[in-house]
């Protein structure tokens, strides 16, 4: 309450209403899987197109396993397209990688380095897509050396259009262009301490001085470095994988746009680490921990003698990085998450996405393809208590491609809770690399279903009787009576329907409890109950009496209000569809004693129509009237 210790007028601020509650996100993925390149710890970045997958993770090439004889289908890779293209808007991506290193790496020069050292040019991520095609391209400019008038001396050189750090080459109009920049002819820009004016440096740590040089007869040019690279694409079409430019760096690694700086092995913030493959090492000889400068570092990459005749053009040097490896298929570990090397949290698989709190729907794509059934089956168990455990989300689970309906029966008789569901069979798309009909796990087309019918009609509408975009075909086609089987033990199906096409049909859960069999049930009040948990944080150590607690009944009520009025409960008037208490019927004194606010909620969710009967008879005139 405020202070009124001197007379005046005291204008305040109050509130006449409850405050509110926002409904929260139930769209946003998040999968876990193995990929072509990328992170493999940290928190993962939000995507929301198939096109950012491909620049941080590659794209639908196969992977090679190390432990397997022959390649693998990209299952992540399907899945996050199949999430998008069925509805998805929101992923997030958390690659699982099981290996040592597996980074692909090069060397400059080739062969036997010179004296001074090397460049060790290294993949960021490990996979057989850092396999990248680099190419080095000198740029030489203008003459930036001019003469400007002075009273005393009359004419003096100076630099015009340069940085402290930059490289040049100085060449006298005696020699011919194809003088080679090697060593004594490159230089940076510094500052001389006696004057404060420009001064050039060389690699040996010599000083040229400007006053050393006459504009007539001498000429300065700017050198700096474009570094291009190319990604692997299809293996059989070579060169026409993605390519990105970085432009005008540095060869002196105190350059504010110095190639060691840009392509360090530890970069400032976790975009350009996703944005950046590559890592450029300078490693000196002599000293290794001494930089190279700058025109050491340009000798390294270009060699002496680079520089074409009549033209001052440089020659481009390309290096491809090899040896790059996928790893082994990640197991139950990877797939679970390691922790971080502070012994925290969990930095990969699944761990990494507990983070998040936004996710409401999980998936591992794939994981069902590994030949191990225990793999398969501990893998099951971690998606279930990663989604029980964060409470909010629902766990997508895939039966095993080419199961019969004994065997998927058998699989899921082994798992029971609210918080997962089962979808068979797999789906039959057409891959764009191998160009041959594949089969694919059903969870990146049901994830965007989800998301879909989340956006189009609500979270508490049950997802399915929902084309499945993309398919063409089922592994399986059901038929009714197959379906008779599966769908009452809990496993969704996929059925083809002549005229209507590819359709989701199934919306259950893998639970024994008949109060969440529903997966819309399940989503729905999972809505509910992270919408409030966000919504009424406010209440905290706030005083616990009875005018909190019709604060707290009036502002959950008004949110339960506006979902009945939106058709998501059941109920003719609001009284009949749910009910908020909270008073001293609903807390002892020893709960106000112990700083408890207890609020009892009861709401009427719609659940949906899953056998729709017509009951159709006879009747006579007679009887009608």
């Known amino acids: 309450m405020p202070e009124y210790l001197a007379p005046g007028v005291y204008v305040e601020e109050t509130s006449f209403r409850a405050k509110t509650i926002e409904g929260v996100s139930t769209s946003t993925a998040g999968f876990v899987g193995p990929a072509r ?15 950012e997958f ?16 022959g390649p693998s289908h990209n299952f992540l890779a399907h899945a996050v397209r199949a999430f998008f293209d069925n509805g998805g808007r929101r992923l997030y991506v958390a690659r699982v990688y099981d290996g040592a290193t597996g980074r692909a790496s090069a060397q400059l020069p080739q062969g036997s380095p010179p004296a001074s050292g090397a460049i060790q040019l290294t993949a960021r991520y490990p996979g057989r897509a850092g396999a990248l095609e680099v190419t080095f391209r000198a740029r030489v400019g203008e003459n930036v050396l001019v003469s400007e008038p002075n ?15 930059d490289t040049v080459w100085v060449r006298d109009t005696d020699s011919p262009v194809s003088s080679p920049p090697g060593t004594g002819t490159l230089y940076w820009v510094d500052e001389d301490a006696a004057t404060s004016a420009w001064c050039l440096r060389s690699a040996d740590s010599g ?3 400007l006053s050393d040089l006459d504009p007539s007869v001498d000429s300065v040019h700017g050198v700096s470095l474009d570094v291009e690279v190319l990604f692997p694409g299809r293996p059989d079409r070579p060169g026409e994988g993605r390519r990105e430019l970085w432009e005008n760096l540095s060869f002196h690694y105190r350059h504010r746009r110095a190639v060691g700086k840009v392509f360090a092995e530890t970069l400032e913030n976790r975009a350009d680490a996703l944005s950046v493959p590559l890592v450029f090492t300078p490693q000196n000889a002599q000293a290794p921990a001494t930089p190279l400068s700058g025109p050491e570092v340009a000798e390294l990459i270009f060699g002496a003698g680079a520089v074409q005749p009549g033209t001052g053009a440089v020659q481009p040097v390309t290096v491809r990085l090899q040896n790059g490896s996928d790893g082994e298929r990640p197991g139950a570990d990877e797939y679970r998450g390691r922790e971080d090397q502070s012994g925290g949290l969990p930095s990969s698989g699944l761990g990494s996405l507990e983070a998040i709190s936004d996710i409401a729907i999980v998936a591992a794509p794939g994981y069902s393809a590994a030949g191990d059934a225990t793999a398969v089956q501990q893998i099951t168990s971690h998606l279930i208590s990663h989604a029980e455990r964060m409470r909010y989300r629902i766990a997508v689970l895939d039966s095993c491609e080419g199961q019969s309906i004994q065997q998927v029966r058998r699989y899921r008789a082994q798992i029971d809770s609210s918080h997962a569901a089962l979808y068979y069979p797999w789906i039959r798309v057409l891959d764009p690399v191998t160009e041959t009909e594949i089969n694919l796990p059903p969870s990146g087309f049901v994830t965007g279903i989800y998301a879909r019918n989340d956006i189009e009609i609500g979270v508490h509408k049950a997802p399915a009787n929902e084309v499945v975009r993309g398919a063409i075909s089922f592994e399986k086609l059901l038929n009714k009576s197959q379906q008779d089987v599966l769908n009452p033990e809990g496993v969704n199906c996929f059925r083809y329907f002549e005229g209507r096409g590819y359709r989701l049909w199934g919306a259950r859960t893998v639970s024994s409890d008949p109060e969440w069999k529903y997966v819309n049930l399940r989503r729905y009040f999972a809505f509910l109950e992270h919408s409030i948990d966000v919504g009424t944080q406010w209440v905290v150590f706030e005083s616990n009496g009875p005018a909190l607690w019709a604060n707290v009944r009036r502002t959950v009520e008004s949110f339960l209000f506006n979902e009945w009025k939106s058709g998501h409960l059941l109920g003719e008037k609001p009284e ?7 008073d001293r019927s609903t807390m002892t004194q020893n ?13 009427a969710p719609l659940r ?11 009747f006579t005139a007679q009887k009608a009237s």
Request: net charge negative; with cysteine; proline share 4%.
């Open 37 to 51: 390149f990328g992170p493999t710890d940290g928190i993962p970045e939000l995507l929301t197109s198939f096109a």
């Open 54 to 69: 491909e620049r941080v993770f590659g794209g639908l090439e196969q992977l090679q396993f190390s432990n397997e004889d």
């Open 151 to 165: 009273a005393s001396q009359g004419q003096q050189a100076a630099l015009r259009g340069v940085r402290k750090y």
């Open 207 to 209: 000083t040229l001085l």
């Open 576 to 582: 009949f569809a749910y009910f908020v208490r909270c």
């Open 591 to 603: 709960d106000l004693d112990n700083g408890r606010l207890v609020c009892l909620i009861g709401v």
């Open 608 to 618: 949906p129509a899953e056998f729709v009967i017509f009951r159709i008879g006879q």
